[in-house]
């Protein structure tokens, strides 16, 4: 079946602009994560979704980020007035639950944002 | 939620059982163990899970002690393919977030 899929791939864009990053989770994933990843370091959690709901928005790194999940499925990442320090690897993942014993994350290969 | 310490890097050769361990003296009751693998251009894939003493799957093992401040994902009869970035990582089962170190880069040679 599909996996995560995430669009654009590629992204770039000009300091001060507005952009929007696109996840479409697993079908019947109600778990939804944003992370962002750079060079040489380990994903950064940014926010986590549990059907439409943010459950978790503590990673978002300030009020220029926003990330909605309107009908529990398709999440986009929205980042305003883009700086140069917001260029990196975005990563989705989704899972089937995030609570009780064992799950796993599925993640899609990423969209990479470099703002110029 | 609980900080997790690898090596920054290993070697190994093609064949060789390759160990990694990965300390997390904060880990708490609901917390479990996850460990990922990612290639370049590409997000992490899931490897195995544990709680508690040994748990293993096709691809890998997981050895976790008692006291489970420490964990070891263990790889046997490692290949080329097998070089890439390998992350731990402490969930705690009542959240929905997870926290990834900086890795361990696995480079296998022939």
């Known amino acids: 079946g599909a996996g995560v899929s995430q669009t654009p791939s590629n992204k770039v864009t000009e300091k001060g602009k507005y952009v929007e990053l696109r996840c479409d989770p697993i079908s019947g994933h109600t778990a939804l994560y944003w992370y962002r990843q750079s060079l040489g370091q380990g994903p950064e959690f940014l926010i986590y979704f549990q059907g439409t709901g943010a459950a978790d928005d503590s990673g978002l790194p300030n009020d220029r980020f926003f990330a909605v999940r309107p009908e529990g499925s398709v999440s986009t990442l929205k980042i305003q007035r883009t700086e140069r320090g917001d260029s990196a690897v975005y990563l989705c993942?989704?899972?089937?639950?995030?609570?009780?014993?064992?799950?796993?994350?599925?993640f899609g290969p990423g969209t990479r944002l470099t703002v110029l | 939620l609980a900080k997790t310490t690898q090596p920054i890097s290993m070697d190994s050769y093609e064949g060789q059982e390759v160990n990694i361990t990965c300390s997390h003296n904060n880990i708490a009751t609901n917390d479990y163990i996850t460990w990922y693998q990612q290639f370049p251009s590409q997000g992490p894939r899931f490897i195995i899970q544990?709680?508690?003493t040994k748990v293993t799957n096709e691809v890998a093992s997981l050895f976790i002690p008692a006291d489970r401040k420490s964990s070891t994902l263990s790889l046997p009869r490692v290949s080329l393919s097998d070089t890439a970035v390998y992350y731990c990582?402490?969930?705690?089962?009542?959240?929905?977030?997870?926290?990834f170190g900086d890795g361990t880069t696995l480079t296998v040679k022939p």
């Open positions: 544990g709680y508690k």
């Open positions: 993942a989704s899972s089937l639950r995030t609570s009780g014993s064992i799950y796993e994350q599925f």
């Open positions: 990582l402490v969930h705690n089962t009542n959240a929905g977030k997870s926290t």
